[in-house]
């Protein structure tokens, strides 16, 4: 999308997620460190009907800020791209009051992105921390 990555399957389970955090009233934002990204979410919570004002960030918009809880889309699954930048990263992991839920790509992150500061987490949390993204759209989450 124009200079910046989207990546829709991803932007859908991100929705499907925020409509479980609202229908249980809970305070969340969604980061994503593509500003294409952050338009296509935003565009499909206001299809979904959801809020979606003051919800969807870029990372670096969202410096210096927090919330309850924390949608992250990292978007990309071939080339590490922003995910190199453990400063930017870094941001993006630390702005959570008490969770924080990361889309992304089982492969890619204990793959090609496993000596990233994500990668490192997603490895660090274990096989236990990974949820389907097919699970999220079923609505399979308690």
Known sequence: MGHSWTNRQEALIVVHLARVYESKHRSFRIISPYDGQRSV???????????????????????????DHIIVSTVRSGGIGFLNNQRRTNVMLTRCKRSMVICSSRSFLLGKASSTLVGKLAAACGEGAWIDGRDVIRGLLA
């Open 41 to 67: 979410i935003e565009n499909e919570l206001k299809s979904a009907g959801l809020r979606w004002e003051s919800k969807v960030f870029n990372v670096d918009s969202f410096q210096g800020n927090e919330d």
